[in-house]
């Protein structure tokens, strides 16, 4: 069976440091992966999406960016973090257009 | 483009009460569609899928959903409320064109002892 993981699961970063959150997923091959933010209270933003090695599409572009260095592999970076960059970070994958999982999530606060 | 609407970004029902859930979706093509829900600090958890196959879906936890092409509808639904099912719950569709989806803002269930 396919499994998702997330880390770190909290993480309390100051303003201006920069950011590497990680998302691998187990028991499949060629994945669509995928990085979502929820600020509080509000609903699904897509951030970054891909669907292969080295390709990253991006819908946000501000002070974030993705990279997809092996097939499972998706890691969500920042250089230097805002304030407005504190919210929950959700992972997920899909196989084609059928239904997406979702890993456990980040909560990630900037101070 | 493709759109999800969902009507009522919160409903109360009382414990053993229907559940009525609306989602309404904009699609030029016949769409994917899904229902998911999310528990505080969890990630979403896939409660049912529409694929082209039967109409009438059911998923997990004894919710169940209609797809209604005429209505370009898709609401979920559960007979009996229970206290477990207070959670947020969104609905979503494949974009044909891309890799994305496109969801709902939510809907905050509350169910009321």
């Known amino acids: 069976s396919q499994t998702i993981h997330q880390w770190p699961a909290t993480l309390v970063q100051p303003v201006g440091s920069p950011l590497s959150l990680e998302c691998t997923v187990e028991g499949t091959s060629n994945p669509n992966l995928y990085w979502y933010r929820q600020a509080a209270g509000r609903g699904l933003q897509l951030l970054f999406y891909s669907v292969g090695i080295g390709q990253i599409s991006s819908e946000v572009p501000q002070n974030l960016s993705a990279s997809r260095p092996q097939d499972r592999q998706f890691i969500l970076s920042s250089k230097k973090l805002l304030l407005s960059d504190s919210g929950f970070y959700l992972c997920?994958?899909?196989?084609?257009?059928?239904?997406?999982?979702f890993g456990p999530g980040t909560r990630l606060t900037v101070t | 483009a493709q759109s999800v609407t969902q009507l009522g970004s919160h409903v109360s029902v009382s414990e053993g009460a229907l559940v009525l859930l609306r989602c309404n979706y904009s699609s030029s093509v016949p769409p994917y569609l899904f229902w998911y829900v999310q528990y505080p600090n969890q990630g979403l958890q896939l409660l049912l899928k529409y694929t082209s196959a039967a109409t009438l879906v059911k998923g997990i936890n004894g919710f169940e959903a209609e797809f209604k092409k005429s209505e370009t509808s898709f609401h979920l639904t559960k007979p009996s409320a229970h206290m477990s099912d207070a959670a947020e719950y969104f609905c979503?569709?494949?974009?044909?064109?891309?890799?994305?989806?496109?969801f709902g803002t939510g809907t905050r269930l509350k169910v009321l002892a």
């Open positions: 997920a994958w899909s196989a084609g257009h059928y239904e997406q999982y």
């Open positions: 979503a569709v494949s974009d044909s064109g891309t890799y994305k989806y496109i």
